[in-house]
Nanobody, 117 residues
Framework: QVRLVESGGGSVQAGGSLKLSCVSSRYINSNCARAWYRQAPGKERELVSSILSSGTTTYADSVKGRFAISQDNAKNTLYLQMNSLKIEDTALYYC???????????WGQGTQVTVSS
């Protein structure tokens, strides 16, 4: 069983930056996609960004140009650099390993990001 643990969330003013990290307890098959999701109160969970082993990345339109996903396979760690944060970025952020041999996916417990004016 893979355990994912997120960190790096917190409270920040609009325009600020945060970097989220997600450490996995063991190696994750490279055929799985690694991703960040978020869920704001009263809203559905949404995909923020994903990355494949090839390095191909995707971003939600709302975060393009502001967020950057990366991974360090040697450290079994996924990152999300978030710049120019907006109030609407406030949410619980989850990392996940999904698809392929990961099936329905492995999920972390989430880290809270709160952006204030």
């Amino acid at each position: 069983q893979v355990r994912l643990v997120e960190s790096g969330g917190g409270s920040v003013q609009a325009g600020g930056s945060l970097k989220l990290s997600c450490v996995s307890s063991r190696y994750i098959n490279s055929n799985c996609a690694r991703a960040w999701y978020r869920q704001a109160p009263g809203k559905e969970r949404e995909l923020v960004s994903s990355i494949l082993s090839s390095g191909t990345t995707t971003y939600a339109d709302s975060v393009k140009g502001r967020f950057a996903i990366s991974q360090d396979n040697a450290k079994n760690t996924l990152y999300l650099q978030m710049n120019s944060l907006k109030i609407e970025d406030t949410a619980l952020y989850y990392c996940a390993a999904v698809g392929g041999p990961c099936g329905g996916g492995y999920w972390g417990q989430g880290t809270q990001v709160t952006v204030s004016s």
